[in-house]
């Protein structure tokens, strides 16, 4: 069972990038838009004077099927995890939300973007697409937030399935899920514990987490360390923050079950950009075929053996799928 739903061909390639998230919590850095490493990381900015990183603004890529879909998703995160001295609480978000023109009924659904704090900075690491029809959509936000309460600045973060409708002039917010990864356990199996301290695994926060509750199944955590002998990875998603069914379907996905996971960088280069070599990423998917995925989707086909195991969409035009079905 392929883990991908019925995707709509693609939108086309645009290259206007927007701002507007800057109206809702001021005027905040702006990430450069690189193509090869689009998104700006707390080392490339200096902190600010209450000790967090400065707020930056992600950008989709030109390369996106339809980048003003994350580039909505991604506003509205902004606008949620990001709030300086004295506009903390749920009705100061209420106002930042409905600047944007969508429903400030959405900041209920927030979650741990909201914490409670003087000060929180949101930094988008990924956005990608968990699932893109032709008037729906949904786009799995991946970020991190440094929280500033009485003085202490804590680093955190999550990864929210954003739940997108086509409207006029923009398309419209319906739901937020953020991620819920579990407690931590106390004894966690080799795999885990080596999949956690790989500098060739990039995880972010809800991921981590993930790995952390030991509901990742076995053989997700030995292809990651396979995977890592020859790659550096950036994940997106691993279990939680990923839709319960394949997008657009009634199927189960994998994510949740614990055995698969969605990569969007491979040795510094974004699945998604057109100048990254496609030998690389079809390199990547048939490694991770031999690394005993059944189930591998990414922005190409593969040709050759095993090729029954792959599949391709517009879905997973921004990132590889790597499913295992046990």
């Given amino acids: 069972m392929r883990d991908f739903g019925q995707s709509a061909s693609p939108v086309g390639r645009r290259t206007v990038l927007l701002a507007a998230v800057g109206m809702a919590f001021g005027a905040a850095g702006c990430s450069s838009d690189r193509r090869d490493r689009p998104h700006a990381t707390a080392a490339e900015s200096p902190a600010s004077p209450s000790g967090l990183p400065r707020a930056t603004q ?44 969508l429903d400030p009924g959405l900041v209920g659904q927030s979650g741990p973007l909201l914490a409670s704090a003087d000060e929180a900075v949101v930094r988008v690491v990924d956005a990608q697409y968990g699932g893109i029809l032709t008037d729906a959509a949904g786009v ?5 937030q440094w929280t500033r309460q009485a003085g202490a600045v804590t680093a ?40 956690l301290d790989d500098p060739h695994v990039g995880l972010p926060p809800a991921a981590r ?3 952390r509750s030991g509901h990742i199944h ?11 002998d020859t790659y550096r990875m950036n994940l997106s998603v691993i279990r939680s923050g990923h839709p319960l069914n394949v997008f657009g379907t009634a199927r189960p996905s994998d994510h949740p079950r614990g055995r698969a996971f969605d990569v969007w960088q491979i040795n510094g280069r974004s699945v998604v950009d057109s100048a990254t070599p496609r030998r690389l990423i079809e390199s990547f998917m048939r490694d991770a075929a031999m690394a005993g995925s059944y189930n591998v989707g990414g922005p190409v086909l593969p040709s050759g053996a095993g090729a029954g ?14 499913g295992f079905s046990s």
């Fill in 140 to 144: 799995l936000v991946v970020c991190r």
């Fill in 309 to 322: 195991r792959f599949f391709s969409d517009p879905t997973h035009h921004d990132h590889v799928h790597v």
């Fill in 58 to 101: 992600w950008h989709p890529s030109p390369d996106d099927v339809d980048p003003q879909v994350k580039l909505r998703a991604v506003q509205l995160i902004e606008a949620l995890g990001n709030w300086r001295t004295g506009e903390q609480g749920a009705a100061t978000a209420q106002r930042r939300v409905s600047a944007l023109g």
């Fill in 156 to 195: 955190g973060g999550t990864t929210v399935d954003v739940r997108l409708s086509r409207a006029r002039p923009r398309w419209a917010v319906t739901a937020l899920h953020p991620a819920r990864p579990g407690p931590a356990v106390s004894s966690l199996p080799p795999a885990a514990r080596k999949v």
């Fill in 218 to 228: 076995t053989s997700v955590l030995e292809a990651l360390l396979r995977l890592a």
């Fill in 209 to 211: 987490a993930d790995v």
